[in-house]
């Protein structure tokens, strides 16, 4: 269980959204909420678009990311930027996990985290 302010690892379980793609919901306040995710390499999320603005960073493997119609590989060290209301998708074109921070948190990612 969660330790006041701190999370492990432990504390939360994967929820598998997609085929392959596995998410965990690490921590939120009112503002943000972070969220570590797993793809398995040709997973796909699809095209989609929410109110949220996010920010995500690959951690290991390389995704392909669509953003507003413009494709790009996103490797390890790679970071993006999708604002609120922008159509996106990603491909995973090798095992990856990617980190995304959502502003303001997404009601529907609160399945975990407190």
């Not at 797993?38 to 997973?43: D, G, K, Q, T, V």
């Not at 507003?68 to 996106?88: E, K, N, Q, S, W």
């Amino acid at each position: 269980m969660a330790d006041g302010y701190y999370i492990t690892s432990q504390d939360v379980q994967r929820v598998e959204m997609l085929k392959g793609v596995h998410r965990r919901t690490m921590a939120t306040t009112d503002e943000a909420m972070l969220c570590e995710f797993f793809l398995a390499r040709e997973a796909i999320v699809p095209t989609h678009q929410h109110m949220n603005d996010q920010v995500g960073y690959v951690v290991s493997g390389e995704v392909e990311m669509t953003i507003g119609g413009v494709v790009r590989v996103c490797g390890a060290g790679d970071t993006y930027a999708i604002p609120g209301g922008i159509l996106h998708s990603a491909r995973a074109l090798s095992d990856a996990l990617v980190i995304d921070v959502f502003s303001p948190p997404r009601n529907d990612y609160r399945t975990e985290a407190r």
